[in-house]
């Protein structure tokens, strides 16, 4: 596969798979992240198709490789969970002459990665809190509802995988209720996940619109956003309003969980192109709404995670924890690793 380009069995690929976007990059042992480019999945019928196509393009040909898929881990064979892509992670191995590939799930990838943040790759969302040591959550709207964590250890941050956006998603006041009542009637199970995403932005709208009794436009979700924005459409801004809300519901809920002293961040495509719709003052307003642990949510600091490469970043740091320490790093519990 190497032509006359140069083999470096040490240089790292670097995957990140979610349902709309795949995001490839490299890195050498030292430098930076190089030759990031960013396809469409639609593009390709299969993701070793994907990867060729990056790699003849790649100045290199890497030795070692990590992929963070958009699904749960479980095994060799790897099934997209809002994308017709499955393959078998040892076959990848073999057709790309890899020493080694680790899978991971991307929102795994990517808490692994909020260690690495620049101050200039995150905004806080309200007030700028100081974070105490302790779990960190990640959650994030996307394709589907990413969700993650981080667990200080002695050897290092624990990245732990979830499917959290999958829990039951629960109304905040009479408007949500109704809406969810609404919702019930299309699916037997509303996860957060169902309204938290690009789809589920969609099917707000389209929610909104029915208790309003109006008839909803064909409209794609940055459609719905951008009439938000321009204040053109009424039904558009109730939708990514009820959005931005559960959101905060669905993150106090997290930070609850885990006991996020750490704080919780916000990752995935939708919220930072959200801009001014995303109030910090009602997301803050809505995160603390816990009843009697809104005192405790107020001291969890909440932050958006601008950075456009953090899961590659979090994939890199992965690799290289493994090619240092191997088994002792602290390395996710789900992780598949397949080697020559």
Not at 40 to 53: G, H, K, L, Q
Request: hydrophobic share 45%.
């Amino acid at each position: 596969m190497g032509g006359d380009k140069t083999v470096i069995r040490t240089a790292r690929l670097l995957v990140d798979i979610g349902g709309t976007s795949i995001r490839f990059a490299w890195r050498e042992i030292e430098g930076n992240l190089s030759d990031v480019r960013i396809y469409r999945t639609v593009d390709f019928p299969s993701m070793e198709t994907a990867i060729r196509t990056y790699l003849r393009n790649c100045p290199v040909v890497p030795g070692v490789a990590a992929l963070a898929t958009a699904n749960p881990v479980q095994g060799d064979t790897v099934r997209m969970t809002n994308l017709a892509f499955s393959f078998s992670a040892q076959e990848i191995r073999r057709a790309l002459d890899l020493d080694a590939l680790l899978i991971v799930n991307d929102f795994t990838a990517l808490a692994l990665g909020v260690p690495h943040l620049a101050h200039d790759d995150r905004q806080p969302i309200g007030p700028e809190l100081a974070a105490v040591p302790g779990p960190i959550g990640i959650i994030g709207p996307g394709t589907g509802l990413g969700v993650s964590a981080l667990i200080p250890t002695q050897t290092g941050w624990q990245a732990l995988s979830s499917e959290g956006g999958h829990a039951t998603c629960a109304p905040a006041d009479a408007f949500e209720a109704e809406l969810l009542r609404a919702a019930w009637r299309r699916h037997t199970h509303v996860s957060f996940e169902r309204l938290l995403s690009g789809p589920g932005l969609r099917l707000l709208y389209e929610l909104v619109c029915a208790a309003h009794g109006t008839l909803p436009q064909p409209a794609t979700p940055a459609e719905i956003t951008q009439q938000a924005q321009d204040r053109t459409c009424l039904a558009c801004q109730q939708a990514v309003t009820t959005f931005c809300n559960l959101l905060a519901t669905a993150a106090g809920n997290l930070a609850l969980t885990l006991g996020a002293r750490g704080g919780i961040y916000i990752g995935g495509g939708i919220v930072p192109r959200l801009g001014t719709l995303l109030d910090p003052v009602a997301f803050r307003s809505r995160f603390e709404a816990h009843g009697r642990l809104g005192e405790y949510l107020a001291r969890v600091p909440t932050t958006l995670i601008t950075a456009p490469y953090a899961a590659l970043t979090g994939l890199d740091a992965l690799l290289a924890a493994w090619l240092t320490h191997g088994r002792q790093a602290p390395l996710p519990f789900d992780l598949v690793l397949v080697q020559r």
